[in-house]
């Protein structure tokens, strides 16, 4: 077995076994900046981008079509509506950051993609080819000013091409996705590298998406030549880990037949970092090394059915959930409205089970990550792909489902009775923070996942594969709220361990990431928005 099984180990048991450093304290003075800085270097703002409104949710989670291109337009768009700032938020909540955020230089800028305390850690990078509206070369994506900063110019699209080593060789457009893990790490420290593999997840499953519902095309690969890529972007692997390549169907794009560009090319521009004082941790090094040490060697297909989520109990009791609620809203819409609860759940008006039925749909259609992950494109039959999630549903105030934990059956579209009776005095109890009051949420939703089945099924390269979906599936139900007008609040401070023991995973091998609170909020809130995009 690898160090990720270890990892794994240790990220189950943290509640109760704290993970080292235990005397770490965050230095937030020094902290470094929520993107990459390169300075000197020149811009092109991009353009701006309308959504038609019947691009709407229902249709991203439809499935794929026939896919259509990219274009600059359509490039802007995405990007904006994912990691791009979109407004300055201020509301009355219970989160620990309350005091800083009326401050300019601390305020909370909303983004459509979720990210593990705010913190926003993945580096976009376009490499752009000759079939490209603008020069080739590798640009990086600036969120703050929504434009492309040029690191390179040149046609290294063969380079990426190489790396992904035939995978969607029919292109010369590409996003590569890093994690720059000093953006994360100084708050989470040897916990950052499962945070910021669920925010790679949650930054593809919206791009996935946005252009699902605009007919496009996001298909990621997670295996490919890492170190190669790293040496092509400028970037050292124990200061930034490149965990996903997009190919990119462009319009007008012929198959490219330009080959490696040579082991000598790479970005020269330098991220100049804010803190004074950057720390490194022995875990985050050690899953870094871990899982790009066989980067490029590819699953065949079929390899990950071992690990498949294990079906729903027939011997359970059932409980039948009506149908889904329809979510017409276009997806721009949602993730602009998309946002934390962090305290704001209010049980005097309980959820409907059309909305509840609704969340759990989502929940399944965000795990089908695509591209070469092995887990399929949609939900359907087999051949679709592996479903590697099984979801659970904590229901403390739901129409016509009585209190209890339940498993979810994503094919019967019902759920089955795991443990009877109010569930909110354990969810608190096993809750680590003070943001949320969990009995008052209408619903926790927990997707599980058997960890150690994967890693034994691809190699510890897998630890990125399993973060990367349950982070698409908290970025699913966090939109699928926001259209259905639910509170949503996801969280990773709780007792694995305990949650383990109260569904009864033991035997199955299912590991609890995250926990997932749906709700009705609390009306007329104190609040404050305002718009930049």
Known sequence: MGYAHDYA????????VPMPPVDFVPNWSDGPRKAKYYPGVDSLPLPAADYPTEASLDRAFGGPGDPGAFDLTSLSGMLLDSY??????????????LSALPFYPLANWSRGSASGGGLYPVSV??????????????????????????????DVSGEVRASLAGYGAETDQYLVLGIKYWQNSFKYNSFSFHAVSMDLGAAVQTWRMWA?????????????????????????????????????????????SAASTGANVSVRRRDVERSREVFTFDALLKMQAATSAHAAERPAPGVLAPAAAPPADPELPVTALPAARPMPADVRTVLRRRRSSFGRFDASRPVTGEQLAAC?????????????????TAPGPEED?????KLYAFVN???????????????????????????????????????????????????????????????????????ATIGAVA???????????????????????????????????????????????????????????
Not at 229 to 252: D, I, N, S, T
Not at 385 to 389: A, Q
Not at 436 to 465: F, H, K, M
Request: net charge negative.
């Open 212 to 256: 699902g519902a605009r007919g496009l095309s996001v298909e990621p690969a997670m295996w490919f030549d890492e170190a190669r890529l790293q040496k092509l972007l400028g970037v050292r692997g124990e200061e930034e880990g490149v965990f996903a390549v997009v190919p990119l169907k462009w319009a007008g794009t012929q198959a490219s």
């Open 84 to 97: 791009g700032l979109t407004g300055r938020r201020l509301g009355v909540q219970a989160n620990t950051d």
């Open 397 to 467: 105030h739901v129409e016509g489902v009585e209190p209890g934990a339940y498993e979810y059956d994503p094919d019967a579209r019902e759920l089955r009775l795991v443990k009877a009776g109010r569930p909110g005095e354990f969810l608190q109890r096993n809750y680590f923070l003070s943001n949320y009051n969990l009995e008052q949420a209408g619903a926790v939703l927990v997707p599980t996942i058997r960890t150690s089945a994967v890693l034994d099924a691809v190699g510890d390269r897998g630890y990125r594969l399993v973060n």
């Open 360 to 376: 759990l749909a989502a929940s399944v259609a965000g795990s089908h990550l695509g591209g070469d992950t092995g887990t399929g």
């Open 125 to 154: 990078y376009w490499v752009c080819g000759p079939s490209g509206p603008v020069t080739p070369g590798v640009h990086y994506y600036s969120t703050r000013h929504h434009a492309m900063q040029r690191l390179l110019t040149g």
């Open 9 to 16: 180990a240790a990220i189950m048991q943290r509640g109760r």
């Open 385 to 389: 792909g592996v479903r590697l999630t």
């Open 475 to 533: 970025q699913s139900v966090y939109t699928a709220c926001s259209a259905l007008e639910l509170g949503c609040g996801v969280a990773l401070g709780f007792d694995n361990v305990s949650y383990i023991e109260e569904l009864r995973l033991d035997a199955t091998g299912e590991a609890p990431l995250l926990i997932m609170m749906v709700g009705n909020e609390r009306p007329a809130p104190a609040d404050f928005r305002y718009e930049i995009a």
